[in-house]
């Protein structure tokens, strides 16, 4: 099935100011965070003048009961992904329709039709997908090149993982025509670590950045629109999921697990970008052992259970070879793949 989830989306120096036209005569509630929202409000002051409602921090089914309970005609998502995510389940159970003001610049949650559901302490429980439209995505670049950078890098990892993960599900061409759109946007996504993400250079914010920002907000979360199951997620984001049951890696961003994963993944299938891969999540201080992820030795073996019951859980291609994954991760204890 291709599903895309965004009707426009606004990439532009002063892309707020247009924010009033867009709710025109329409009862708008904002779902804001607290940093970002503050922040979007010095660079629009006018969004302060629309009520809001605060978001407590996790895209969990107890934050969705609780805010259910609001009734706009249009919902203003105003922070992060998780922020994102749950107004996308709020609007899609309400049928109402949404438009999003990303904070961050972190993941796709702008232009995915899908919520990660956590657990009300943090731990990932399942993701949902739904026929959601946005409205817009509104990407004011006065409001993210001044965003943390911390989230930046973590999302590029995880924009790059699309092309690692497509390729690990649907191999690298496909006679399936939305399989085949999304693994030629992956592709793409793959190539962002050509480009240089200093933080010197994201605040900059000349034509790459640009560029990798698109990508991130966008693109990536087109890839699994258009290919689906065929290029959404792979052993990367099981691991991750895995290790946020850990409280140890509740610290670490989205992306830097998943660019733990993407390491495992490519390990258990013997890749010859492995080393590439390592090199550059560690040029960029991305964690690559699991000490660095606060995960002990004798914690090693809950953790092979529970990448294994993700994948089941995800419906992808399992490894049967416990004992391999066992063998890999140990490896990445406490120092890079020997």
Partial sequence: MIRQAVLEYDHSKDALENLPARIGKREALVLRGESGYSKAVRVSP?????PSVRFTGECSDEEVERLNGYRPDVWIAVGGGKLIDTAKRIAASQSVPLIVVPTLVSNCAAFTPLSVIYTEEGSYIRYDTFPVVIERVIADERLLRDSPYDYFKAGVIDTVAKWYEARYISGTTSRDAGIQSGLSLAAQCGKLMDLSIREQDFRRYGTDIRYIVDHVLAIGGAVGGFGDAGTR?????????????????????????????????????ASEDTVILKNWLQSIGAPTSLAQLGIRFDQIDELVTLIREETKIQGFRDFDDSERLKEILINLQEMVYK
């Fill in 46 to 50: 006018r969004l302060a003048d629309l």
């Fill in 233 to 269: 997620v792979a052993v990367a984001h099981a691991v991750h999921n895995a290790l946020s049951r850990f409280d140890s890696t509740h610290h670490w961003l989205h992306g830097d697990k998943v660019g733990f994963g993407l390491v495992v993944q490519e390990r258990l299938v």
